[in-house]
């Protein structure tokens, strides 16, 4: 069965670096997410991208984050540089196309910001 | 603006009794609802969703989930607990009207089915 895959499954990164966050979302899919949750806390939504571009993106998704998705095949979340408070676990997802469709989830990179 | 209400932090049943899970939700219109399960270090896993059709919905490892026009709930449930359903269980819903939203998440529920 098709699987939306990340890496790293674990990064661990010193204040005020950049880090790259990759998403392989399942090959068909047209929509695609990012999501964190802060450990102990709810899901939230970051930001979703559809047709190369962003659709959507909450207040969390400030100036510090950017997305790509520069090869037609991995969906990458950039943090330009982080902060203590962005330590949580990433999710990356991907639909087949919007709405009705469930959202398929990667297993997750927890960032570990000191 | 859509949210999701999970009224209980935690749910403990004796493996074999029927369990709850609750969800209420506040939307637009007809929503799409969505249940997610987490088990410990793993990802979000879709069990099931509501768009249209039968209010009950049948899903993923027995579970089931009835929505709820009158009451704004999609409660989770299944009639035999077990062990393996230990899980963190989160509740989502989208606004159909609302072009390309994302997922709103309740809280979550902590499920804990005791052998």
């Known amino acids: 069965e098709p699987e939306v895959t990340q890496t790293p499954s674990h990064q661990v990164t010193q204040m005020g670096q950049e880090v790259i966050l990759r998403c392989v979302p399942i090959?068909?899919?047209?929509?695609f997410y990012w999501y964190r949750q802060i450990l102990g806390q709810k899901v939230e939504f970051l930001v979703s991208?559809?047709?190369?571009?962003?659709?959507?993106k909450s207040e969390i998704f400030d100036d510090q984050f950017s997305v790509e998705r520069p090869d037609g095949s991995n969906f990458t979340l950039k943090i330009r540089s982080t902060k203590l408070e962005d330590s949580a676990m990433y999710f990356c997802?991907?639909?087949?196309?919007?709405?009705?469709?469930?959202?398929?989830f990667g297993p997750g990179t927890r960032l570990t910001v000191t | 603006a859509q949210s999701v209400a999970q009224p209980e932090d935690q749910v403990n049943v004796a493996e074999g009794n029927p369990l709850t899970v609750k969800c209420t939700y506040s939307?637009?219109?007809?929503?799409?609802l969505f249940w997610y399960v987490q088990y410990p270090n793993r990802g979000l896993q879709f069990l099931l969703k509501?768009?249209?059709?039968?209010?009950l919905v049948k899903g993923s490892y027995g579970f089931e989930a009835e929505f709820n026009k009158s009451q704004t709930s999609f409660h989770l449930k299944k009639p035999s607990a077990l062990v393996s359903d230990s899980a963190l269980y989160f509740c989502?819903?989208?606004?159909?009207?609302?072009?390309?939203?994302?997922?709103?998440f309740g809280k979550g529920t902590r499920l804990s089915v005791i052998a």
């Open positions: 997802a991907s639909s087949e196309k919007d709405r009705a469709y469930e959202q398929y």
């Open positions: 991208f559809y047709n190369n571009e962003i659709s959507e």
């Open positions: 989502a819903v989208r606004d159909p009207n609302s072009g390309n939203t994302p997922l709103v």
């Open positions: 509501y768009i249209t059709g039968d209010n």
């Open positions: 939307v637009s219109g007809n929503p799409y």
């Open positions: 090959s068909n899919h047209l929509y």
